[in-house]
């Protein structure tokens, strides 16, 4: 059974400044690894997924992965308000990507 | 409009009632997904499709029923709906490749 785990926070970071994300898994032969974005009283939506090969910048948004340590981290640059959700951490119960196990998220609060 | 399409957005209903929550896509997807979310616990896999014929067990399947009567439309049955129901009910779609999970906009369902 795959576990995904992340600090519910609420973690707050000052407008401008790098946010921090992190979410562990527990199966160690996991490929790949998705990151969402949920606003209040929203759906999900992706920001961006990684493979186990490499890390991978998407605009403010990095993903890095430490397998060693079985975490991925997401990192947000010049944080902005608008920044402000729950992220979730997803991997998939398989290695074709179907469905996928979710984190309870981690709330971020970006203050102005 | 949107690609992924649930009905109802609200809904409250008592105890022992059946209650059927509907989800429609125009992405074209094979997979779709229903999950629910409860506060500080992320999203729980209900049911899961992969294609009309296909229908599987997700985590949290007891007390819940789905229906797949077209590629196109999903629907979730709560055939006596209990107060621990309550919750946000999200559809999903997802293509083949294993990447990016498309939302609905959730069903906000309250048991009283």
């Known amino acids: 059974q795959k576990e995904v785990e992340q600090n519910s926070g609420p973690l707050s970071v000052p407008e401008g400044a790098i946010a921090s994300l992190n979410c562990t898994y527990s199966?160690?032969?996991?490929?790949?690894f998705f990151w969402y974005r949920q606003y209040s009283g929203k759906s999900p939506e992706l920001i961006m997924f990684i493979y186990s090969n490499g890390d991978k910048e998407d605009g403010r948004f990095t993903a890095q992965l430490n397998k060693a340590s079985q975490y991925v981290s997401l990192l947000i640059r010049d944080s902005q308000p608008s920044d402000s959700a729950t992220y979730l951490c997803?991997?998939?119960?398989?290695?074709?990507?179907?469905?996928?196990?979710f984190g309870p998220g981690t709330r971020l609060s970006v203050l102005p | 409009d949107a690609d992924v399409t649930q009905t109802p957005r609200n809904r409250i209903t008592k105890t022992g009632k059946r209650i059927m929550l509907e989800c429609s896509q125009t992405?074209?997807?094979?997979?779709m997904y229903w999950y629910r979310q409860d506060p500080g616990l992320g999203l729980q896999l209900i049911y899961y499709s992969f294609d009309v014929k296909d229908i599987n067990k997700g985590e949290i399947s007891d007390g819940y029923s789905v229906s797949r009567q077209a590629q196109a439309k999903f629907s979730l049955s709560l055939e006596s709906a209990i107060p621990n129901q309550t919750a946000l009910y999200f559809c999903?779609?997802?293509?083949?490749?294993?990447?990016?999970?498309?939302f609905g906009q959730g069903t906000r369902l309250t048991v009283v």
């Open positions: 199966d160690r032969g996991s490929q790949s």
């Open positions: 999903a779609t997802q293509d083949t490749s294993g990447t990016e999970a498309f």
């Open positions: 997803a991997v998939p119960r398989d290695n074709y990507g179907q469905n996928f196990v």
């Open positions: 992405k074209g997807h094979d997979r």
